[in-house]
């Protein structure tokens, strides 16, 4: 917990840097934020990020207090209608469960942040290192910078998408060599490094499986992860006993090809013209958009044809029931954290959608606790008995037989694999009649369930 904090410390000390860097003297705000990463208190670092993104302090307590007000609100309201049922009390609690899902938004950007962070624990001393040659940076006397090939790349690409390749006043020859030089499309350019990072950090807002699962990057059309897919038990020797071979240790390949997804942007030759479009902006919107709904939904339901495998197709995975026909119980959720092994629920999150949520806020375990909390006051995510959520749209409403309601440690679940060659094709001809340009994108992911016994799901029965 001690590590997660102070790597929270050094991502939230990066941004304030940014901040900073605006109005004060830059060296000692670096100096300054160095020391950053010694700071222990989530509440206090959640606080410091926020500010250094530009929020206001104000408002973040404003917003924190409504949350617990709410809640204490949401409370006192179900408790009075578990007693007595009564109509203008479920209005009443339906009102207030739409106040507190204005607070998911905020919620789900620390879950994420959060497990992102979990991600670079194991970095730190490489980002503890990076801040040290920031300070170093700072204080140096800048010297102008030549172009980066990276850099060459970026502006050659968005200056192909506006002129085409025939214009050899706007487009130089020797800027759509740099594309040329990385086409393996047939007739298409791939998009700078830059670019896909961009794109994939809009897609995490439409697919919040990818902060979560485990993401790994392959320039091959699949990659093979080693698996154990069998054990030996030891056993006890005498002294001079003989020994013999403990047999059962077995391991396999688990094949998890790429897949192939493709977005259409239409763009109007007038736009395209107007020097002051942003057609970086557009293009990177429109692309996220599509692949993070494709994305998101393959996770989760996949069926691993011509698309990744969905941990709800998958097969092995503790299942439990929820212990009514067609709603979560309390029994339910706590059966389904208890189903897997102690080390994966040890870093378990819950995954489900709104609707399920809703209804959740409204349980009580053996001891007359709620089992959801809110934990926004405190600087770490609202929790449903103690551990974090995710909320996912693709994931079933309550129902008879639905699968609403998956827990476990996803980063040991599930690997998501980039092919991160994003490539763009750019077609004047087809909507030529209605003065618009089109863009195709396309882009590789696999995704698969490599480790079944690190998740469980719930289905209501």
């Not at 899902?101 to 942040?113: G, R, S, V, Y």
């Amino acid at each position: 917990m001690k590590t997660f904090n102070r790597v929270f410390a050094v991502m939230g000390a990066l941004a304030l840097l940014t901040a900073l860097a605006v109005t004060v003297d830059v060296g000692h705000a670096a100096t300054a934020l160095v020391h950053a990463s010694a700071f222990a208190d989530p509440a206090m670092l959640f606080t410091a990020s926020a500010v250094a993104a530009g929020a206001n302090p104000d408002a973040i307590k404003a917003s924190v207090e409504k949350l617990m007000k709410g809640w204490e609100d949401f409370q006192a309201s179900n408790d009075e209608n578990l007693k007595k049922r009564d109509v203008l009390l479920d209005e009443k609690l339906a009102r207030i469960n739409k106040e507190l899902d204005k607070f998911e938004p905020l919620n789900q950007t620390i879950t994420a942040q959060q497990a992102e962070a979990k991600k670079l624990a194991e970095e730190q001393a490489e980002i503890k290192a990076g801040l040290e040659r920031i300070e170093t940076a700072v204080n140096r006397p800048k010297a102008p910078a030549e172009a980066t090939a990276d850099q060459k790349k970026f502006q050659a690409f968005f200056d192909w998408a506006r002129y085409g390749d025939h214009r050899q006043d706007k487009v130089p020859a020797d800027r759509l060599n740099v594309l040329t030089v990385s086409d393996d499309t047939g007739g298409g350019y791939l998009c700078p490094p830059e670019y896909v990072a961009e794109i994939t950090k809009a897609v995490v807002e439409h697919s919040p499986m990818r902060p979560i699962v485990r993401v790994r990057s392959t320039s091959q059309k699949s990659m093979q992860l080693p698996k154990r897919t069998g054990v030996f038990a030891a056993r006890w020797t005498g002294e001079i006993e003989e020994r013999t071979e403990t047999q059962g240790l077995a391991y396999g390949m688990d094949d998890v090809p790429a897949h192939e997804m493709t977005a259409e942007v239409y763009i109007s030759m007038v736009m395209l013209e107007d020097s002051a479009f942003d057609m970086e902006a557009e293009l990177r919107m429109e692309f996220a958009e599509q692949f993070g709904v494709l994305e998101g939904a393959a996770i989760i339901s996949g069926n691993a044809v011509k698309k990744p495998e969905g941990f709800l197709s998958a097969s092995g995975s503790a299942a439990v029931n929820s212990g009514a026909a067609t709603t979560v119980t309390a029994d339910g959720i706590l059966s389904l954290k208890y189903a897997i092994k102690t080390a994966y629920a040890r870093n378990g999150t819950f995954v489900l959608n709104r609707s399920t949520l809703g209804s959740i806020r409204k349980l009580k375990d053996g001891n007359g606790q709620y089992l959801w909390a809110p934990g926004l006051a405190q600087g770490r995510p609202n929790a449903i008995d103690g551990d974090p959520y995710v909320e996912a749209p693709d994931m079933p409403n309550e129902g008879a037989g639905a699968k609403c309601m998956a827990f476990g440690d996803w980063r040991r679940a599930y690997t998501l694999i980039d092919r991160l060659a994003i490539s763009v094709q750019r077609d004047p001809f087809t909507r030529a009649s209605v003065g618009q340009i089109k863009f195709v994108a396309r882009r590789r992911i696999g995704g698969a369930v490599v480790l079944p016994e690190a998740f469980g799901v719930m289905t209501c029965a």
